[in-house]
C-alpha cells in the first residue's frame, strides 16, 4: 500500500501564499502520477493539478498561472506551490498518487487532507 502524509495548510489572507507539501511512502515499485485535488464544504471533490513521474502537468483552469505543482522522484515527494490565493479556493486538499506496488497491482492513494482557509 501507499501511504501519503500532507504537510502546509492553515490560514492565509487573500493574495498571499502557501506552499504545500506529501510525501509518499509504502511498498511500492514506482510512482507514475501524483497530485492535489481539493473539496470545498458541500462541493465535490475537484482535481487541482497533476504531475506525471516525468514532468507532464494538468491544472485546473481555476488556478493555472497561480498554482504550481512539482515532485522529487526521488523523494517521492510533490509540492503544490498556491499564489495569489483567493477566498474560492478556501478548501481541504488532498494528495493522491498512483503507484504500482510491489505485487504488481496497481494502486490509487490518498491523504488524510489539509485544510486551506483564506480569509478577507
Known amino acids: 500500500q501507499v501511504q501519503l502524509v500532507e504537510s502546509g495548510g492553515g490560514l492565509v489572507q487573500v493574495g498571499g501564499s502557501q506552499t504545500l507539501s506529501c510525501a509518499a511512502s509504502?511498498?511500492?515499485?514506482?510512482?507514475?502520477?501524483m497530485g492535489w485535488y481539493r473539496q470545498a464544504l458541500g462541493e465535490e471533490r475537484e482535481l487541482v493539478a497533476t504531475?506525471?513521474?516525468?514532468?507532464?502537468?494538468n491544472y485546473a483552469d481555476s488556478v493555472k498561472g497561480r498554482f504550481t505543482i512539482s515532485r522529487d522522484n526521488a523523494k517521492n515527494t510533490v509540492s503544490l506551490e498556491m499564489n495569489n490565493l483567493q477566498p474560492e479556493d478556501t478548501a481541504v486538499y488532498y494528495c493522491y498518487a498512483h503507484a504500482m506496488l510491489l505485487s504488481g497491482e496497481n494502486s490509487k492513494a490518498w491523504g488524510a487532507g489539509t485544510q486551506v482557509t483564506v480569509s478577507s
Open positions: 504531475i506525471a513521474r516525468f514532468g507532464d502537468t
Open positions: 509504502g511498498g511500492f515499485i514506482i510512482i507514475a502520477t
